[in-house]
């Protein structure tokens, strides 16, 4: 039987180390220890909603490493197309947090096994069956190799029939704003099929500042999917013909990171499943506010079940009109 990867996923893999306590990095303390990586969480996110995924990068011959993949096995997620390097370790980031809970965070990525993917990396890359191939300008970020990279491998899926989903996901210490914002025009308006960003690159694309009119705007570029993350305020989505925005449902809030990765992994599984675009923006939100309830970017990322009893319990605003959908 041939195998189908529904969703395959690429880029950087990495170990979180969250502080105990307020201020404690570079002080003696605890540290408890975690997975991310926006693809990756979006990989699992996909499989704990019941879909299949397969995720594609290059990771370390270390603790961190091996981890990984241990936990990619244990979850389902197609290990085929990860690589080991035993050259190059596998990135790292700590989160501070300070008196009034802002996180603060500090990459150990440079010279990581992922910031070494070339054109010989995705020359490598074995695809199946399938339907949507999903990166981050964070995947093409960590390295020129790795946006030469995404662009040899954006053109490979598209030849084999799967669709573009494409997430901004920009990080200052990365990218310039200038040089990202041409950066994500040029996958926006030539290859992308399903979009998401948030507030802060909506600014670096020049959007309006209305919601509605941002997601239009960004539909009239070619994407069929569009999805704006609002944080704890909602999101809106839009598709060719409906665009809909709920606010985000109220829970208590233990951690963020990591709940837009899960957004966008609902999001996928609603495309793949076909859900009118209410019901997929239901789905997503929900997902992501119960993915707050945890500490982590994958600990606390829900399975079906738990969705499914939580959107009955909702009564969601709309943001664009007012009143209530249930």
Request: proline content about 2%; overall charge negative.
């Amino acid at each position: 039987m041939k195998k189908v990867i529904e969703v395959y996923c690429w880029g950087e893999p990495l170990a979180g180390f969250y502080s105990k306590n307020p201020n404690a990095l570079g002080k003696p303390g605890e540290f408890r220890m975690t997975w991310g990586g926006d693809t990756s969480n979006v990989a699992l996110s996909v499989r704990k909603l019941g879909h299949s995924s397969g995720y594609m990068t290059k990771i370390g011959n270390d603790f961190v490493g091996q981890g990984l993949l241990k936990l990619w096995k244990s979850e389902g997620v197609d290990v085929t197309n990860v690589f080991l390097d035993r050259e190059h370790s596998t990135g790292m980031y700590f989160v501070d947090f300070d008196e009034n809970g802002e996180h603060i965070f500090y990459y150990r990525r440079k010279g990581s096994a992922a910031s070494t993917m070339n054109k010989d990396f995705c020359e490598s890359i074995q695809i199946d069956e399938g339907k949507i191939f999903h990166l981050s300008g964070i995947s093409q970020a960590i390295s020129f190799e790795c946006l030469e990279c995404s662009f040899d491998l954006i053109e490979r899926f598209k030849s084999n029939g799967f669709k573009i989903s494409y997430d901004l996901n920009y990080r200052e210490k990365l990218w310039l704003k200038k040089f990202a914002r041409n950066i994500y025009r040029v996958i926006i308006e030539d290859y992308a099929d399903i979009v998401s960003f948030n507030e802060k690159e909506a600014l670096i694309l020049d959007l309006p500042d209305n919601p509605f009119e941002a997601v239009s705007q960004v539909l009239e570029f070619g994407p069929e999917i569009v999805a704006y993350k609002l944080g704890s305020k909602g999101a809106v989505l839009g598709m060719k013909e409906e665009i809909v925005a709920y606010s985000a449902p109220k829970v208590e809030v233990k951690d963020t990171v990591g709940a837009g990765d899960a957004f966008t992994g609902a999001v996928l599984v609603g495309i793949l499943e076909e859900m009118s675009a209410k019901d997929l923006l239901k789905f997503a939100i929900s997902t992501a506010a119960l993915t707050c309830k945890n500490t982590g970017s994958v600990e606390g990322q829900p399975r079906r079940n738990e969705i499914k009893d939580f959107i009955k319990k909702i009564e969601f605003q709309d943001l664009l009109r007012g009143g209530v959908s249930k």
